[in-house]
């Protein structure tokens, strides 16, 4: 008798590895590995967490109204046109669950965030790769690409791992070449970060057309990633297959409440992002000091490149024995370097120390 049997195409993912959190051998350590939020939630967001634990025999609210009317009141936004999820992940696999199908592709940059090819996969979608210019999007490559059998372009932006960006511009001759029966996935996991006049989150483009949406999330800036929580902003048709394909309690009572205290806690996102204007340079400068290639980034983490994958990987094993762990890039076809998100400043000092003695090192 045969055993049952998954759908073509799931075999054939590699199970998601998050960032590691522990060195055998050392009680504490300074996880670099997740691009976590530096300063850790706002003390806000912990307060309305653990207030609901007294309510946590009741349902969520299904529909998020009350999250979903925060979001829209800090970002401009018209709630009914907002869908939150359990992190922007769910949302990011619900999008190719309704948008994709066996024999299907989906076209993302080639260093691009690992989740959209496992998306594609999962439901026996093919994921397709454009080739990068010095690891960065590159729009004309990702055009070329595009096939009648294209249903979905993925679009990290900055992107994960490579900390690089593309224009407000280059989005929309991206978006301009693209058949409108193709949707436009513009995930802006690390938006808040970005401080340049040229970049813009997806807002306009998603106001402008009937084929874009911006994915966006609580789990960097506000540092709540272990309470699961996204949302996505997109055109009222995107909403209405979302709601129906989604479960109907997909946001759990205590990631809402948190959500809109976070929001409220202006002062302390300022505070993070802060945090990251002062050491993402300093710490860029003094790994390019070292004779290290950090790539320039505008998101709160950085990729170094180490020359070669033998030595990128000694200095991950050099890093961990002190207790700082950064995130390999074998997955992305990156193994010669490293990912370090950007921490406080003890921990970006840690860094330094480190690989300053990891090149010292005969
Ligand atoms: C580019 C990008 N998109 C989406 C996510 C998913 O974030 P979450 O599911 O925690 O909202 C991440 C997390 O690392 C990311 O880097």
Redesign the pocket.
Known sequence: MTAPQPRPGIMTMAPYVGGKDTVEGRATVMKLS??EGALGPSPKAMEAYAKAAAELHRYPDGGCEKLRAAIGRHYGLDPARIVCGA????L?NLLVRAYCGPGDELLYSAHG?M?YPLNAKGVGAIPVTAPEKDLRTDVDAMLAKVTTKTRVVCL?NP??PTGSYITREDVRRLHAGLPRQVLLVL?A??AEYVSRNDYDAGVELVNAAENVVM?R????IYAM?GL???WMYGPAAVIDVMNRLRQPFNVNAAAQAAGIAALDDVAHVDATRTNNDIWLPWLTAELTRLGLQPRPSVGNFVLVGFGSQARAEAANAHMMNDGVIPRMMHGYGLGDHLRITIGTEDEVKAVRDSLARFVAQP
Do not use: V
């Open positions: 997740s691009n992190g922007s992940d769910e990011l965030f989740m990290a992107n994960n995930d996991a690390y994915c999330t609580f789990s960097k990633g699961r929580l996204g």
